[in-house]
Structure formats: C-alpha cells, structure tokens
C-alpha cells in the first residue's frame, strides 16, 4: 500500500522531523442574488492530520502573490532553521515545516504557478501534445523565475513561493476530483459529447426509464433540463452513465464512457495497491486508444484539453503524495460556507471584512472551549474506569482483538414490528404479483423445513414487512465508514392524495447455500444470481419457520461481460412460460443490486421507471452502482461484491 508524502530534502539537518504544510485557496462569491462581493480564502492544515473589490486582472495576481507572502512569512525561517516543538509521544523535536501540498482548482494553479491558462502547471508539455499520452519533463522553478525577472510584462514581479526552503510549487500541486473529474472531464466533456451524438431528448427519456434504487437519485425530467450542477450531480450520473447510452452511441464511445468512469472511481479509492494503480492507468489507456471515435464523428477536432491532460499525472501524484481523495477540493468549497460566507451574510454587508475576521474568531473560541469540555469529559471517564479496572488487571489477556466494524450489524435488519401483519397469500398474489407463492412455499417447506407438516393454501396469513436493511463493510475493511443497503418490497397504493409507486428491488442471491464455498469463490459467478424481491414476510409458528423469507423471481445465470461496456447481461428465468419463482430465507439475499435495461437504439416508449422491470426481458448488471463494484477486463462479476461476500461470511 502507498502511505506518506515524499517531501524530505537532502539539505536538511539529521535528526530533522518535517511537517508538511497543505494549502488550499480559491475565490468565492460571497453575495448570494446579486452584488460583487467576493472574497479570497486561504486554508491551511499539515499533512500529519487523518483523513477522516474588483481590480485589473495583473493587480489581482500581485495582489494574491504579496498577501500569499505575508501569510507564509513565518514558514520560510521556520523551514530553514526548524522549531523545537513537543510531539504527541512527550519528546521534544525539531520540526521543518515544508510546503507540501497545495490544493486548488486550474485556475487557481495557474495563478499560483505563474503561467498561461491554457498550459500545464505541472510539466512543460508541448500544446500540440496536450490531451495524448506523451510524457513532458517537470517545471523548474529556477527556469521560472528567471523567465518572470526577465520579462517586464509579466503580471507579478515575485512569486509567493520563491523564498519558500526545500519547495518546489509545480511538485505540490494535488489532483482535484471534483473540478479535474466530475465537472470537467465527465459532465463539460464526456456527457456533452455522448448528448451530440445521442441527442438530448433520447438521453432524458432514458434517465426517466431507469429502474428506481434506493441509493440512487432518479431523475426524473432528464438531466437537459438541470440548470445548476453540483458535485452530487455528478457522482449520480456516473453510476449509471455508461451502461445507459450503451446501443444510442457507437460502440467505441461507449468504450469511452465507460474508461472515463472507471478512472474517475479508481481514482476516487481511499487506499491503493499496485493493482489499483495499474487499472488506474489501463482505464486512461483505454481512454486514449477509443477517443478517435469523437473524431471520426465530427465532434471533437483534437484533445488538447487540460483537464484531459491532467489524467496523466494521477497515478504519479497518488504514488507521490497518496490517495487523491484526501487533497479533494471538496473540502474547500465546503470550507468557504463556514470560514467566509456564513461570516458575510452575518455582516450588516458595510466593511463586512472586519465582521468577517470577528465572527471567525468568536466562532473559534467557541469551538476550542467545546472541545475543552469534551476532552475533561473524556478524560474524567478514562480515569474513573481505570479505576474500576485497575484491580482485575492481571487478568486481563495480553491483546485483545477489538473488531473494527462492531457498531453496525452485518445482518439484515427487519422493522419491530410487522407493517402489514396477518395478509392473506391471495392478496400477495394480487398486489405484489407474488402468482406462484402457494407452489413455491409448499416446496420450500418440503426441502427446507422437515418439521413442517402444513400446506400452504391461498388463505393463509402471513406478516409481510416493506423492506430489509443492512450495512455494508468496506471489502478492504479499512476503515469503520459504512453504507446502508436496503431492499424494497412494497406494491402501489395511494397514500395521502399521493400515488406511491411500487418497489420490487433486485438482489444478488445465493443459488445454493450448501453447493458453494462462498469464501473462496472471490471473482467467480458460481453461487450468485441475481432475483427481484417480491415480498419479505414471516410464518406463523404452527408452519415450525422460525426465520423470515422472500418470496424471489429468478433471472439466469449472470453472462460473460461485454466487450465495450463490460458489464454482465442478464435476462429473466422461466420455466413454463412464467418467471421462475422461489422461496429463499433472507439472509441468502447478498446485497442490493440495480440493473439497467437494454435500450437499444431507442427507448421503447412504454417503458417508465414503475414498470420496465416488468416490461424489458435483457437487462445489465451495473457495476457502477458502488465504487467498490467496478472490475478489470476479464472478471466475470464484480471482484468488490466477492471480496465482500467473503468478509460478511466471516464475520458471522
């Protein structure tokens, strides 16, 4: 695994402990409607913390390069001759605190490295190679200075950075998801490209279409008529972007697509391997070897895009500097609402930049008595139970394993009570469309459950509950971050003078609990199929059932990927003309699922959110759905659902 920042220098005395010094500016519109209130923030922090009034434009650069100065005036004898400051483990130490990382949009790193716009702040790659995969020598702040000394037009005569030790600017520049990736590269580039060759309204009747997830947004008027994006945006589309369009563009493009995406969630990893790194790098590959395609079709001329360009850099930045989600851009946008905006708007709007500094300070004093209090509270209660446990110390074991993920349930969570207790199996049959409820439990009691000696008829009553839930762990369980998944199963009803539409969801299910070695099988389909969800409901006691079921329709066994979309068709199971149903307890159900249908050329024009998973037959397994989904060519399902299918087992 890639840990640490590579920020040492050999001119550094021995025994010398650095601090990498982040930062992160970017200008902001304070005013909300209307006015030209703007202001410039500048964040600071250390590379040491977890993760978890208008002006001509060369005086605006002079002016954010001398007040850059001014801020990090105590860095530069701070970094050349060090601090001696006490550590967390008690020992005092000298420590340089070194220009590390700097966090901010193009523009903003266009500034700060005191060149063109329309060039890489980074390396020197030629114009006519910008957008290729051609490798171009690193920026020489030397070189740099000298070319601002000697041009007299130039729009700053001293970069912030120069008296800055052991820095060098073009070095510390981040990868930045939310402009480079999200906004530029997926929704200004590839979406807009995808809409010229798809047309728009083909694109917003298939959005409308899409089958309804509780983790997704739908969007229901299409995305053309959206007026101002959002990171948020962004993200919701990419996870059904590429297998949507499939059969609308040319097959290269939906290579494209679905390369561009790959990228965006390989790069968005909170940790990475060689592996990672490596499929990093084949989706840009891919990217590259497909995007003539744009050409060929008349909507792109070249690349020479920066935010295309600056893909080329990810792997090396995330070698150097680690995880590109830990330097996203993100932080300081949401960072202007509370350190500049919130502090505006609490400004009578006169001389508001002194207000702003007031409001700032009160609001930190503020926070650093609360956090005062919360650490006497801790440290009262820390006391007092080592107290309590001070005489059983001996027999306390040597180490204890704590597990990591221990506040949430692995298993799947049922309401308290039933929301619909004592419903007859007809009324399954017509409102959930459970048709084959009575045969299919009267088989599973038959194999599953020895004790039982009832027949189920029509007029049976059942407890039926809407959904299930559980939390889903990270595959790498590295961290104690967690993501609800649930599973729908309510039919259409009116409720409040509202039409509530029907949810049926669908689910990766386990084929054959007792066939399949579920721990070892980690890239393989054998045991997984996918089932749509009818009803969730309970026996009562005299059936001798004492767990909770589903009522499921199979769909066959999941296909070999696609070659340009690479993702898995499925289809319905059917067995006499009808989809193939079954009873299976719930905690066989895996996980949530969501499936895309095949569009082809047009949407069909029957087809809504409410029904296409009645309507369509051939659908694909998306493996957008979750970051952790996304696979490799030449895995048959997702290697995320695997590694974490073994995990829950051992868990358990």
């Known amino acids: 695994m890639y840990k640490g920042r590579n920020v040492g220098n050999k001119t550094l005395p021995p025994g010398a402990t650095i601090a990498p010094v982040i930062l992160a500016s970017d200008k902001t519109q304070l005013s909300r409607f209307s006015g030209d209130k703007e202001a410039w923030p500048v964040y600071i922090s250390v590379g040491n913390i977890a993760k978890s009034v208008s002006t001509r434009k060369d005086r605006a650069y002079r002016l954010f390069h001398y007040c850059m100065s001014y801020i990090l005036k105590p860095l530069i004898e701070a970094g050349k001759e060090g601090v001696l400051m006490t550590c967390a483990d008690n020992l005092v130490r000298r420590v340089f605190p070194i220009l590390a990382a700097y966090l901010a949009d193009y523009p903003e790193q266009c500034l700060v490295a005191c060149h063109q716009e329309n060039s890489c702040p980074i390396c020197e790659i030629a114009p006519s190679d910008r957008g290729e995969p051609v490798l171009a020598p690193s920026r020489n702040p030397t070189r740099t200075l000298k070319a601002l000394k000697t041009c007299r037009s130039s729009a700053m005569d001293k970069p912030f950075w120069e008296d800055l030790p052991h820095t060098n600017i073009f070095q510390c520049f981040t990868p930045d998801l939310l402009h480079q990736l999200h906004k530029g590269v997926f929704k200004d580039h590839l979406v807009k490209w995808c809409i010229q060759l798809?047309?728009?309204?083909?694109?917003?009747?298939?959005?409308?279409?899409?089958?309804?997830?509780?983790?997704?947004?739908?969007?229901?008027?299409?995305?053309?008529?959206?007026?101002?994006?959002?990171?948020?945006?962004?993200?919701?589309?990419?996870?059904?972007?590429?297998?949507?369009?499939?059969?609308?563009?040319?097959?290269?493009?939906?290579?494209?697509?679905?390369?561009?995406?790959?990228?965006?969630?390989?790069?968005?990893?909170?940790?990475?391997?060689?592996?990672?790194?490596?499929?990093?790098?084949?989706?840009?590959?891919?990217?590259?070897?497909?995007?003539?395609?744009?050409?060929?079709?008349?909507?792109?001329?070249?690349?020479?895009?920066?935010?295309?360009?600056?893909?080329?850099?990810?792997?090396?930045?995330?070698?150097?500097?680690?995880?590109?989600?830990?330097?996203?851009?993100?932080?300081?946008?949401?960072?202007?609402?509370?350190?500049?905006?919130?502090?505006?708007?609490?400004?009578?709007?006169?001389?508001?930049?002194?207000?702003?500094?007031?409001?700032?300070?009160?609001?930190?004093?503020?926070?650093?008595?609360?956090?005062?209090l919360a650490w006497t509270t801790d440290h009262d209660s820390d006391s007092q139970m080592s107290d309590d446990i001070s005489d059983n110390e001996s027999d306390r074991p040597a180490d204890i394993a704590i597990p990591l993920l221990s506040s949430h349930s692995t298993k799947w969570k049922l309401a308290k009570g039933p929301p619909y207790p004592h419903v007859s199996l007809k009324f399954l049959k017509d409102k959930h469309g459970a048709v084959d409820i009575v045969p299919a439990l009267t088989t599973y009691l038959a194999t599953k459950v020895p004790g039982s000696r009832v027949t189920p008829s029509n007029y049976d009553l059942v407890d039926v509950y809407a959904k299930i839930s559980r939390f889903l762990l990270s595959p790498q369980r590295l961290t104690d971050e967690t993501q609800k998944d649930s599973i729908r199963t309510t039919p259409f009803r009116h409720e409040r003078k509202q039409v509530i539409p029907k949810h049926f969801d669908t689910a990766l299910v386990h084929d054959d609990l007792e066939a399949e070695d579920y721990a070892t099988k980690l890239t393989h389909t054998q045991g997984y199929r996918i089932a749509r969800v009818r009803v969730i409901f309970r026996l009562p006691d005299w059936f001798h059932c004492d767990h909770t079921l589903a009522y499921i329709e199979w769909f066959r066994q999941i296909g070999e990927p696609n070659k340009p979309l690479r993702m898995s068709p499925v289809s319905y199971a059917t067995r006499e003309g009808c989809h193939h149903a079954a009873i299976v307890p719930i905690h066989s159900i895996l996980r949530s699922c969501h499936l895309t249908p095949k569009f082809g050329r047009q949407r069909n024009a029957t087809w809504t959110a409410e029904n296409v998973l009645d309507k369509c037959s051939d659908f694909f397994l998306n493996s957008h759905l979750r970051s952790d989904e996304i696979r490799g060519e030449g895995d048959e399902v997702g290697m995320g659902v695997a590694v974490w299918a073994s995990v829950m087992l051992n868990v358990k």
């Not at 792997?315 to 995880?323: D, E, N, T």
Request: hydrophobic share 35%; net charge positive; charged share 25%.
């Open 198 to 372: 798809a047309g728009a309204e083909e694109v917003d009747r298939r959005f409308q279409a899409l089958p309804d997830h509780p983790g997704l947004r739908y969007f229901k008027k299409g995305i053309s008529t959206i007026s101002q994006w959002t990171g948020r945006e962004h993200k919701e589309m990419e996870r059904v972007f590429a297998s949507l369009i499939y059969g609308a563009v040319p097959p290269r493009v939906t290579a494209v697509a679905r390369a561009v995406i790959d990228f965006i969630y390989y790069a968005s990893f909170a940790s990475h391997s060689t592996e990672t790194l490596q499929r990093l790098q084949d989706a840009l590959d891919t990217f590259h070897q497909n995007k003539q395609v744009f050409i060929d079709h008349h909507i792109r001329t070249h690349f020479r895009i920066p935010k295309i360009h600056m893909m080329e850099h990810y792997v090396a930045l995330i070698r150097s500097k680690g995880s590109a989600d830990g330097f996203n851009t993100e932080l300081s946008e949401r960072l202007h609402i509370d350190c500049a905006k919130e502090g505006y708007h609490a400004s009578n709007k006169k001389n508001y930049t002194q207000q702003m500094i007031k409001y700032l300070t009160h609001h930190e004093a503020i926070d650093a008595f609360k956090s005062f």
